[in-house]
């Protein structure tokens, strides 16, 4: 009967469909775990394929595909450790699972299929994959190990049934997405299956960003009573090794590192900029583009971008018009001075001119409103997509999390674009990102330290600058009152009266779920942006276009 047991946790960073390289990734874990005298060499859910796939699993080829690459990874590890390694498999009945399959001599020697399949927030798993029998453990090296694959864990049913079959220790793969203060949800739920159970838990997640999603790793191992041994870092790729020894009391891990986490502020950011670089990195794209206003939201997507890819890959244009002011062309050579970034500068007004009179015809005997204003926002898309294409830069949209609410932008103008990595952020927290960021640097981050973000950029009055001084309050409630409403409306799917009975004017918080509902279908064709929170706009929130219903309350 052996007494020790050496674990090594691969968290590591799969691309969707990249089948090839996810099962070389694979390896070379492999390989560092064989070199360590490792007894198992553990990867996440769903990993050969990445996570998530949405409906590329219900493609047959592609679930072949898939299934053929881990028998291969089977044979091509049969000299040393087992390998337990997340993905698809379709079942003779004509199922298909979510499955974590444990490769050992040269074959897939056991299956652990997926029990409870999360069908809230991003997740839609009740329609691609289905549901076994609870299983029991599976043995390796002697050790009995409990497998259940992340939803699993969060209810006592499957470790308490593993338990009682003989489970000695967990092994959890996950495909966890960050949301702020997700750590300490997950570390809430282990806790509880270590203190029900009795057994140590390692849960492996995965890192790295896919679409919206980032993957925030800080996998962890729990000994029982819910101490925590080991933690790895959290947004970073690693491999570690964990020891297992027997006791009288039964298996327990020995202490090692446990990395510590960052502020919500610092995570918060490093989504953005993970999201971005992995969009781009996986998309294929080495450069970006946007149009800097001399505004806050530019200037954050600027130093975002900046610290994902390097200030060199990323292209600033001012596009000023008749209405830009002095401030915002200065504000804007600033902030790409500050970051080291190239700026280059558009002028709109004889492409504006242009359209301007080829409209007057139809126009004439009309007032001028936002449809000239709109113009303006537009002919910068165009300008700046004509860039995009011409030098296969990436363009960036820089619409906060409250202008996208109300639809405060322009479709088919600022709006115009392939990703935002601002898109789930308030506005009143893109103030204090951008104070953030101005006071901290880190070593992930690519561009340079110090004040990136000029004062006068985040204390200045917000301003579209369409027309002669504009500012964002003369169509908005101030950022505080518009961030909290919205908070209650989306964040909590609270009832006008619920936030009117907060102390908000019942009139305002009208106008703002009017704005709200009537600008779906901006939202709809908008960019895809990194997911902050449970309630960001795309697959957590998901409205129809056509709504005519309104909160009577």
């Known amino acids: ?111 652990t299929h997926k029990f409870f399949l999360p069908n809230f927030n991003v997740f839609d798993e009740v329609r691609l994959f289905s549901r076994d029998r609870m299983q029991g453990p599976v043995d390796v ?9 992340c939803e699993d864990i969060w209810y006592p049913d499957v470790a308490e049934a593993m338990a009682e079959s003989g489970a000695e220790i967990f092994v959890v793969p996950n495909g966890s997405p960050y949301f702020r203060d997700k750590f300490d949800v997950r570390l809430n739920v282990a806790t509880a299956r270590v203190v029900e159970t009795g057994l140590p838990l390692v849960y492996l997640n995965t890192v790295g960003a896919q679409d919206d999603q980032v993957f925030d790793g800080g996998s962890f191992v729990l000994n029982p009573g819910g101490r925590m041994a080991v933690k790895l870092p959290l947004f970073e790729e690693a491999v570690a090794h964990v020891d297992f020894d027997r006791t009288e009391a039964g298996w327990r891990a020995r202490a090692g590192d446990v990395a510590l986490a960052p502020d919500a502020w ?56 008749e209405y830009t002011s002095a401030h915002s062309l200065e504000d804007a050579a600033a902030v790409a001075r500050a970051l080291g970034c190239r700026l280059d500068e558009v002028p709109i007004t004889g492409p504006r001119a242009a359209v301007t009179e080829a409209l007057a015809p139809l126009f004439e005997g009309t007032e001028p409103d936002t449809a000239e204003e709109n113009v303006q926002s537009r002919l910068r898309g165009l300008l700046l997509m004509a860039l995009s294409n011409k030098f296969g830069e990436m363009l960036l949209t820089t619409g906060n999390k409250s202008e996208v609410a109300v639809g405060y932008a322009t479709i088919y103008g600022d709006m115009a674009g392939g990703y935002n990595p601002v898109k789930d952020l308030y506005k009143t927290r893109v103030f204090q990102t951008c104070r953030w960021r101005n006071a901290n ?32 309050e003369d169509s ?43 600008s779906e279908y901006k939202r709809f064709q908008s960019a895809p942006g990194a997911r902050l929170t449970q309630s960001a706009f795309w697959l957590d929130r998901r409205y129809p276009i056509v709504n005519r219903w ?3 309350s």
């Not at 291969?72 to 003779?92: Q, W």
């Not at 090296?141 to 694959?149: A, H, I, N, S, T």
């Not at 992995?278 to 939201?297: A, E, H, P």
Request: proline fraction near 8%.
């Open 1 to 111: 009967m052996t007494d020790t047991f050496r674990l090594t946790l691969a968290q590591l960073n799969p691309t969707v469909g990249d089948l090839a390289g996810n099962a070389a990734k694979a390896r070379a874990a492999w390989e560092e775990g064989r070199a360590a005298g490792s007894d198992l060499v553990a990867l996440p859910e769903m990993f050969v394929t990445g996570y998530q796939t949405q409906d590329l699993v219900l493609k047959p080829a592609f679930v072949a595909a898939a299934v053929d690459t881990l028998d291969r990874l089977a044979a091509e590890t049969a000299d040393g450790p087992p390998i337990a390694i997340g993905g698809p498999y379709p079942t003779p009945d004509g199922k298909l699972h979510n499955t974590y399959h444990l490769l050992s001599g040269g074959k897939v020697a056991a299956r």
């Open 141 to 149: 090296g002697g050790v009995r190990l409990g497998m259940p694959v």
């Open 266 to 321: 610092e995570q918060d950011y490093h989504v953005m900029v993970l999201a971005l670089a992995d969009y781009l990195r996986k998309t294929g794209f080495r450069k970006v583009l946007l149009g800097l206003s001399g505004g806050i939201d530019s200037a954050l997507v600027a130093a975002i971008a900046a610290d994902a890819i390097g200030p060199q890959n990323v292209r600033c244009v001012m596009l000023p018009s």
């Open 441 to 472: 640097h880190r070593d992930w981050m690519r561009g340079p330290p110090g004040e990136v973000i000029p004062v006068r950029v985040i204390d200045k009055p917000p301003s579209a600058e369409l027309r002669a001084d504009q500012k964002d």
């Open 476 to 518: 908005l409630p101030p950022y505080p009152v518009l961030d909290a409403i919205l908070e209650g409306l989306v964040d909590r799917e609270e009832s006008v009266a619920d936030i009117v009975a907060r102390g908000h004017d019942r009139e305002t918080v009208k106008k703002v779920e009017h704005l709200l509902y009537l």
């Open 550 to 552: 309104r909160d009577p």
